[in-house]
């Protein structure tokens, strides 16, 4: 990730911009609601220009239980893909719960999404199941990945 950017945490006053950030860039928009709901009980994350925060390229959004931690959504500008965001975003989490003494931390993929796979498994996650026909898709189901990594201190 390059410094024209920065990761800072989610606040409300981010609803507009994660709302357009996940209709313009994702290919199964969460909606208005789901994002309110993720910036009420969710740990979350954007990447913003530095020097307009507001500027919103990247959201992550992850559930925490005691020492584990779960990836809920990583979803990145469609114009600022390639530059490391996920990865820094990624890396952000990992560092940030691992400080706070979660242990184990859990994604979920669609098939299909070879390049996130592969940034996963460079960081060190590890398949560990499979949920057949999970997601929809224009040609009918596709299979979720399911990941792990475990961290102790």
Known sequence: MNSTYLIRPAVESDVLGLERLDTQSNPYPWGKTLI???????????VCEAQNPQAIAAWLTASRAVDQSELELIVVDQSARRQGLAKAMTLNWLQELTSKGVKEFLLEVRESNVE??????????????????????????????????????
């Open 36 to 46: 309110s709901d993720a910036l009420a009980v969710r740990l979350n994350w954007v």
């Open 116 to 153: 996130a796979i592969r940034l996963y498994e460079s960081l060190g996650f590890e398949l560990v199941g499979r949920r057949q026909n999970y997601y929809k898709t224009a040609a009918g189901r596709e299979a979720a990945c399911l990941y792990t990594l475990n961290r102790v201190k």
